[in-house]
């Protein structure tokens, strides 16, 4: 079974602070990928990732960046929180099989309060 | 631009009965389309998925169908039990649309109720 580990299920931070959040992948899937999750907007992609030092920005990366020096790990990281990036943060990975194998594995999520 | 629309935001039915979730795309590109099931507190799990050579394909009591001409997809789910209530998201991809692979499109989500 593949498995997506996230290193926090619920985290507090106060505005200004520097955020990581990481995400552990054991099925060495080439893609990786950031959601934030918010009721009636949906999963909205953040960054992702094809390849070691790899990354491209997804739909909505203004205030985060990412870092993933290994293959099997890959790193959101919000330079200085505020009240806005209040939400629910998934990291996905997926095999990069170059047919229609496109599914992707969630990580548990991780619940982050900005106050 | 959403290009894949889940218009029903919630859906309630009783147990036994058929629950059919819809999904919405516009982008004619899309060839590969899954079902995500998501319980509140958990990450999404992937249930089931159909490529668009295809018009229908059943796993269990989950069966997605697909109609390439009127860009439609939806889920059905025989019969509805308790334990299905959870948000189910659409999502397409496109091995065409992007420069690599693997980047999926999600919609809204609709969240299901099946009461007892």
């Known amino acids: 079974d593949v498995k997506v580990t996230q290193s926090s299920r619920y985290l507090v931070k106060r505005t200004g602070e520097k955020v990581f959040l990481e995400c552990v992948q054991d099925?060495?899937?080439?893609?990786m990928f950031w959601y934030r999750q918010d009721p009636g907007l949906g999963l909205r992609l953040i960054y992702f990732?094809?390849?070691?030092?790899?990354?491209e920005k997804g739909d909505i990366p203004e205030g985060y960046s990412v870092s993933r020096e290994k293959k099997e790990r890959f790193s959101l990281i919000l330079e200085s929180a505020s009240t806005n990036q209040t939400s629910m943060y998934l990291c996905?990975?997926?095999?990069?099989?170059?047919?229609?194998?496109?599914?992707?594995?969630f990580g548990p999520g991780t619940r982050l309060t900005v106050l | 631009d959403q290009q894949v629309k889940q218009n029903s935001p919630s859906l309630s039915v009783q147990e036994g009965r058929i629950s059919i979730l819809n999904c919405d795309y516009t982008?004619?590109?899309?060839?590969?389309f899954l079902w995500y099931k998501k319980y509140p507190a958990e990450g999404p799990t992937f249930l089931i998925s159909?490529?668009?050579?295809?018009d229908k394909n059943e796993d269990g009591r989950f069966t997605v169908f697909l109609n390439k001409s009127a860009k439609h997809l939806s889920l059905h789910i025989v019969p509805s039990q308790p334990g299905d209530s959870a948000v189910y998201f659409c999502?397409?991809?496109?091995?065409?649309?992007?420069?690599?692979?693997?980047?999926?499109?999600f919609g809204q989500g609709t969240e299901l109720s099946v009461k007892p």
């Open positions: 159909i490529s668009s050579i295809k």
């Open positions: 990732s094809y390849d070691v030092k790899m990354k």
């Open positions: 999502a397409a991809s496109g091995w065409g649309i992007y420069n690599q692979g693997g980047k999926l499109i």
């Open positions: 996905a990975s997926s095999f990069q099989g170059g047919t229609n194998t496109d599914t992707q594995y």
């Open positions: 099925m060495d899937h080439e893609n």
């Open positions: 982008n004619s590109m899309f060839d590969y």
